[in-house]
């Protein structure tokens, strides 16, 4: 006799629910039960779960149902999906290859002082240049520069990727509170979502032999942070000068390129030095879904226990992190100088 | 009398969401507070009536709240009127199209804020030549224009700081070149001088005036300082509670103001100061010149220095002159007595 029973027979639903003939046991603490000729314990009233009321109604589901149920609709929507997204995301394959293949194909005394001269151009800071250098050349060491490289194209594409719709949706969002209300919903889903849950249903729809897969993996996740700091940039844009570009008559669209996004660009660069942090982040993990770099030997570390190989990798992308970080950073306080607010 | 450059009339603002509605409660005559008690919309301004005079300087006066800075956002529409109309150079701004809004903002009003509002990211320089580039003009002109009235304010050798290098009062000025040089008729100014120290403001408040003498631009003002105000205005219109109190000649309302309101504003001022000769004088109206007077005096010449002039005597007469034109005199009594203000000239009645 279950708990609900009384429950249902008082709503007059026990006919609707039907008898239970089914004496099979649902759990395995009830088959245990079952063996050993005890009844199973009971609190004095079982929690109301699925399971719980299925004992007393056979029309409810159990909660195996639930997960049963997402993982057959979300199967019954594949083919659909796929015939969509699979052709409008091939590009992000091709790009992710591409990158690849240049940040290998190119030799490393044609890299390294690229990669110095960029850093210069982009933070003007000798410090933060002759670390960068130092760096790399560490990685290069300890036979870690390919590695390193892969994971940096990687990062580069999805960031890149990240900033050219990333930015467009947070000016949006700043036009219209509708959206922002819609999107930030979505974001901070986005944001609180355990990083493996993405991969899941990501398998499922791309093979995982395609680039593309750990590239949209690691695009949602670090997509975030742009589009919300573009929002917040925009947002915060003093409105006296707002006003002042409007009493001059300035169209929509100079407004934007001469006053919001200049002005926004602090916050811009803040969201884009997140969003570097947030792919490097993600890059590792995707190594788990055949993404390649320093997060294959992490994996490595991990799945036969080589403790020396996980670190000396683990040590390479803090080494990575820390060079972006200080570059971003650099030029972000680089822009933020020569707008003090008046 | 020619066309207004600016009229406004039956201007009301209603700010809530259904001010269309409450309109017709603020028209039969419901206050300010009253409106917000029934209703819950504040009435931002009320049955405004006001005509501007091309080449003149008007001062909109009044306290915080009472509706200035509403009224002048409503002459570029930055603002949306609830009812009334707004006619610029006879045109309807209501009327126009959001491409004949624009260009009207380009061509025709200018406006200088409390607050500077410059571009943090953009020299000097390009600041001031903002309207133009706005417009499209080629970058040589708007450096070349921008560069004229920079100098014209007095800021020549500023043009490549940033406005965050620039002292409060310097970057005012940028403020004044960047509306000058849109070369509009019309300059609207929100508080330009009060977020200024009293001794830039009055350096400030005497730029404006030389630059007006020179360009004889429609200029509106907003300003809660009536000392200000009195400097600066052709036309003074008083607000309270978004109402026009009283509106006219400045030294007419000095001399006979007609609220309580104004008579409180206007009893802390220097009227030696303010009013001059032509408000208290005696005019000419075909009669004589006194036999005794003791010199001539120009109809401009401000009371304080009249008494200095006179070395305090009251019995002392002047004859009035407007140019090389005869056109009243003075009696040193009637000018002691015009320093008092009516306020307290009741009250003394009223206590003998």
Redesign the interface.
């Known amino acids: 006799m279950a708990f609900y029973d009384k429950l249902f027979s008082a709503l007059g639903l026990s006919e609707w629910c039907g008898t239970s003939d089914d004496k099979a046991p649902l759990s395995l603490a009830d088959l245990a039960a079952q063996a050993g000729g005890e009844e199973a314990s009971e609190p004095l009233i079982p929690i109301p779960s699925f399971d719980n009321l299925h004992e007393s109604c056979n029309r409810i589901w159990q909660s195996r149902d639930v997960t049963n149920g997402i993982e057959e609709g979300f199967l019954a929507a594949k083919p659909v999906l796929k015939t969509v997204l699979d052709p409008i995301t091939q590009p992000l394959s091709w790009i992710l290859d591409g990158a690849l293949w240049l940040f290998e194909a190119t030799p490393w005394f044609i890299m390294v002082p690229l990669l110095v001269a960029i850093s210069w151009y982009a933070s003007r800071s000798r410090p933060v240049t002759i670390f960068v250098a130092a760096s790399i050349m560490m990685l290069a060491l300890v036979d870690h520069y390919d590695v390193a490289m892969q994971t940096l194209s990687i990062v580069f594409v999805c960031t890149t990727i990240s900033v050219l719709f990333g930015v467009p949706i947070g000016i949006a969002m700043s036009k219209s509170d509708r959206l922002q209300k819609g999107v930030v919903p979505l974001l901070d889903l986005l944001q609180t979502l355990p990083t493996f849950v993405y991969l899941i249903p990501l398998i499922f729809l791309f093979s995982v032999t395609e680039s593309k897969l750990y590239g949209i993996a690691i695009i949602l996740y670090a997509i975030v942070p742009v589009i919300r700091l573009t929002d917040l940039g925009i947002r915060l844009v ?1 409105r ?2 707002i ?2 570009a ?6 929509d669209r ?1 407004k934007l390129m ?2 919001q996004l ?2 926004a ?1 602090p916050n811009i660069m803040a969201g884009i030095n997140q969003t570097i942090m947030m792919s490097l982040a993600m890059v590792v993990i995707a190594s788990l879904v055949s993404a390649p770099g320093l997060g294959v030997n992490v994996l490595r570390g991990i799945r036969n226990l080589e403790l020396g190989v996980g670190i000396v990798a683990g040590i390479g992308i803090v080494l990575l992190a820390v060079i972006l970080d200080r570059v971003s950073k650099a030029a972000l306080t680089r822009v933020d100088k ?5 | 009398m020619t066309q207004p450059m600016v009229r406004l009339s039956g201007l009301y603002k209603i700010f809530g969401a259904r001010d269309k509605d409450v309109l017709q409660h603020a028209k039969g005559g419901m206050g300010k507070e009253e409106l917000l008690a029934q209703h819950g919309h504040v009435l931002g301004l009320n049955n405004i009536n006001v005509d501007m005079q091309a080449g003149e300087i008007t001062v909109v006066m009044g306290l915080s709240g009472s509706g200035k800075s509403t009224l002048i956002r409503h002459l570029n529409r930055l603002i949306e009127p609830t009812a009334g109309e707004i006619i610029v150079q006879g045109e309807d701004v209501m009327q126009l199209s959001e491409d004949g809004l624009r260009h009207a903002r380009q061509e025709k009003m200018s406006m200088v804020f409390q607050k500077f509002a410059l571009l943090p990211h953009k020299t000097v320089l390009k600041n001031a030549g903002m309207p133009l580039s706005v417009r499209g003009e080629d970058e040589a002109t708007c450096d070349r224009e921008a560069a004229k009235w920079l100098d014209r304010v007095g800021l020549s050798g500023f043009e490549n700081h940033y406005p965050a290098q620039l002292s409060g009062g310097m970057q005012q000025r940028v403020g004044i070149a960047r509306a000058l040089t849109a070369n509009t008729p019309i300059m609207l100014m929100d508080e330009a001088f009060s977020a200024l120290d009293p001794l830039i403001r009055t350096d400030m408040q005497d730029l404006l005036l030389e630059l007006q003498k020179e360009l004889h631009k429609t200029i509106i003002f907003i300003t809660h300082d009536l000392d200000e105000a009195l400097k600066l205005a052709d036309h003074l219109v008083i607000l309270k509670d978004g109402f026009v109190v009283q509106q006219g000649e400045p030294q007419h309302i000095l001399l006979n103001p007609n609220d309580p309101y104004i008579e409180d504003f206007v009893s802390d001022i220097n009227r030696a100061r303010v009013l001059r000769v032509r408000s208290i004088m005696t005019p000419l109206d075909g009669g004589q010149v006194p036999e005794d007077a003791h010199g001539e005096v120009d109809v401009n010449d401000t009371l304080e220095s009249m008494i200095a002039r006179s070395g305090g005597d009251t019995s002392h007469a002047y004859v009035v002159k407007d140019g090389e034109k005869t056109v009243g005199s003075l009696d040193m009594t009637e000018l002691v007595r015009a320093l008092v203000p009516r306020v307290a000239s009741e009250a003394g009645a009223r206590q003998s």
């Open positions: 003093d006296d000068v006003e002042a409007n009493a001059f008559g300035m169209k100079q001469r006053v200049p002005l660009l020569t707008q003090v607010k008046h």
